[in-house]
């Protein structure tokens, strides 16, 4: 026969399970209709292909217009394996202007970040969830036509090399990158990830607003249950990224993975292959839509290693690629 006091600690053990249930429905609930309703919401759709979900628009930016030369031959690749996508350039200054028309209520957080570094990573999000397209970092070179693949998701997110993935930041799923995204407007994804800015905004630049804070979000998002439409696929690594940093700090990093004693297969495979090629780079299989360059402009190798190109500036408005006046669009 139960005492009084076992049925009242029986109760209270009840009681808790029933709470974290309904935490637990409460808490992935609100996304689901989330999902549903940013799916049936009406955004603008006159840039978005026949065929496809992915708005023809190529974004890319930089602090003004005047980018170093080293980018203008990874720029024109854009522009000659996609004549007819519409090709917009972000400034600092068109960028807080998209944030302060369409996101007034992140402007705050917006401009407090510690670096322009923060903002350019915060903007892509809110340029992706507002217009949708395609965003590349200017280092990201294109090979051919990225058509094929934005013509077959709703959403992607590129993912880096395996030797970064598997051997720098043991992620044997991959590693999300913030370099190249790919995403019809109004996507919850993106929803999520703005909503979500403020918890990480005095964190370092990489898990506050880069591609740790972002592997983070997808964990989160892909674990409440949003496809179809609202799914977010994860490309390979060789879609997007081929190329591991060939930085001599990276490459050490890279050694060091290697010299250590390991029975996982993935490790040895890599391993492997990077001494094979002596820890170089060699040219992306054909399969590869775009090839990352791993320039790193916020260090001090970006000027060592490219010289005067790196110092030399030019107005991006005269390369005569058809650039579309973001001003136009907000």
Known sequence: MRTPRKGYVCFLVGLFVVF?????YWTFVPLRRTCEAESQSKS??????RGSTISYIIHQKWDDYNIPTVFIQWVKSWRRHHPKWQYWFWTNDSGRRLVAKRYPQY????????????????????????????????????????????????????LETEAHGILLYSTPNGQVSNALLACRPKHPFYKFVIENLHRTAKTDVFSSTGPFMLQKR???YSAMGCYGRDFVQLAKPDDFMPSFDDQPVAIERLKLACQK?????DRKRICKRL???????????????????????????????????AEKLVDIRNLQINITDVKLQM
């Not at 004693?261 to 297969?265: F, Y």
């Not at 775009?290 to 190109?309: A, E, I, L, M, P």
């Open 20 to 24: 974290l249930i309904s935490a637990t």
């Open 107 to 158: 402007l705050d957080m917006y401009d407090n970040y510690p670096s322009n570094i923060h903002r350019s990573d915060a903007l892509r999000y809110f340029v992706m969830h507002e217009f949708g397209g395609v965003y590349a970092d200017l280092d990201i070179e294109s090979l051919k036509p990225i058509d094929p693949i934005t013509a077959r998701h709703h959403c992607l997110l590129s």
């Open 218 to 220: 997808y964990d989160q």
């Open 261 to 265: 004693i390991t029975i996982e297969k």
């Open 44 to 49: 603008n759709r006159s840039h978005i292909p």
């Open 275 to 309: 001494r094979q090629q002596n820890y170089q780079n060699i040219f992306p299989p054909p399969t590869s839509y775009t090839d990352h360059k791993w320039v790193h402009t916020y260090t001090n190798q970006f000027r060592q290693k490219y010289g005067k190109s």
